[in-house]
Structures are given as structure tokens and as C-alpha cells.
């Protein structure tokens, strides 16, 4: 957006000592809170938004949180080689399953956050916002988990918390308890949203409304994700 300001100016041929002007110096402020509260508004309506700009994502950080924690690099990665627990464990290079991250903790994290570090091939990630016949089936499913003192947990899917609001878990690595087909509506679902990457590109996720899946990836995609949370 600065640049597009200093094209601007050139254009108009605007004498070098205004280029620091108050009245620039406000358009910028202004143009920077525009952009700011778009972006809020975006994870507010519909749960994610993206930017390939590190001052707007610092921006951003610093309204949902204090802190960026947990920070890890994420690899396409073949059966063979995958840590065992893992989706790549499962399914290798194939498309992963819905889900969101910390499913089986207590307090899963909201703010999660994908910054791409690399990219040789076209590679993405899909968003699924749940609709109604998807939420509808979340809310027949529980999931158990066992917690480190050995004690089991019945964590539901899906939590209303109000009319247009909700908190859901999801991975279908935990013993999954509820109908077949709900849980088939789930596994079936389709992406609502997907974000190409390429270098540079950070995607923030609230953890609690939306899933998301790594599409299937040549073994060659050259695919690389920091993978960090936004903790308050």
C-alpha cells in the first residue's frame, strides 16, 4: 500500500519535502486502519483472512494476542518418514482430513497462523466454514480423549455460543463417538475457501470456527509452512 502511495505522489510530481507531510503521514494512518479493520472484520465474518504484508500480520497479531508461540515447520512428507500420530503418517503425500489443531487439548488454540516459507509448485490450503447441514452433523459427535494423567475426556464437536457464533473441535485421530453418517457428512465435506501460497504469504486461521485440510502434493512441491499460535 506505501507503494502505491509513492506512485501516486511521482505521478503528481510532488515535491520531495512533502513526502513527509502531515497530511501523507495521516492518508497513510488512514489508509493503514482501513486496512486493519478490513482484515478484523474478515476473521470476524467468516473466520480467516490472509496477507502477504509482515507490517499488516504484526498489526494484526498484536489485536488478537500478546504473544506468537510454538512455532514449527511444516513439510509434505511420505508415510515412511512421518512421525508416528501424524496426519502424514495416515495419508503421506494425500490429502489430509478436516480438522483443527489442538482438538484433543482442553484449550485448543484460536489464533493459528501459516506463513509460507516456500513453494516450487502450485500448493494450497483449503478452508471448510462449517454451513448449517455441516454443523447440524458436528453437533451429533463427541470426541474422547485421554488426557496425560490418564484421565478420559468427552470433549463435544460443536458448541453454539450464540446466534452466528460457535466453537468446534475436529480430528478424526481421536475415537470419534457418535453416528456413521454424521461423521461421513463431516469427512465429506466440501472446502468453502482455499488460499494459494507462495512465499511470503501468511494466513491466519480462528481455530475455533473453521476447519482446515492440506490438499494431496507432488512429492516434489517443495512445500513449506511455519505453523505458529497467536496466545493472549
Not at 156 to 171: I, Q, T, Y
Request: glycine residues 6%; aromatic residues 6%; hydrophobic residues 40%.
Amino acid at each position: 500500500m506505501t507503494v502505491r502511495l509513492a506512485t501516486l505522489q511521482s505521478r503528481r510530481e510532488v515535491p520531495q519535502t512533502s513526502r513527509s507531510s502531515p497530511k501523507l503521514l495521516f492518508a497513510c494512518a488512514s489508509i493503514n486502519a482501513v486496512n486493519e479493520a478490513r482484515h478484523l472484520a474478515l476473521l470476524s465474518l467468516r473466520g480467516w483472512t490472509w496477507t502477504d504484508e509482515e507490517h499488516v500480520f504484526s498489526t494484526l497479531a498484536a489485536r488478537l494476542g500478546t504473544t506468537e508461540v510454538r512455532g514449527q515447520i511444516l513439510r509434505p512428507t511420505v508415510v515412511d518418514d512421518a512421525r508416528k500420530g501424524t496426519h502424514s503418517a495416515t495419508v503421506g503425500l494425500g490429502e489430509f482430513p478436516w480438522h483443527t489443531d489442538g482438538a484433543i487439548a482442553l484449550n485448543p488454540p484460536q489464533w493459528m497462523v501459516l506463513r509460507c516459507i516456500e513453494a516450487n509448485q502450485p500448493t494450497s490450503t483449503q478452508i471448510c466454514i462449517p454451513t448449517g447441514d455441516l454443523r447440524r452433523a458436528l453437533r451429533r459427535l463427541t470426541l474422547l480423549i485421554r488426557q496425560e494423567s490418564g484421565r478420559k475426556a468427552y470433549l463435544p464437536a460443536f458448541v453454539n455460543s450464540g446466534p452466528k457464533e460457535w466453537r468446534l473441535r475436529w480430528d478424526p485421530r481421536a475415537i470419534v463417538i457418535g453416528p456413521d453418517d454424521a461423521r461421513a457428512a463431516v469427512e465429506s465435506a466440501q472446502p468453502t475457501d482455499e488460499v494459494a501460497w507462495q512465499p511470503g504469504r501468511i494466513l491466519i486461521l480462528d481455530n475455533h470456527r473453521v476447519m482446515h485440510r492440506r490438499p494431496s502434493v507432488p512429492a516434489a512441491t517443495g512445500r513449506a509452512l511455519l505453523r505458529t499460535f497467536i496466545t493472549k
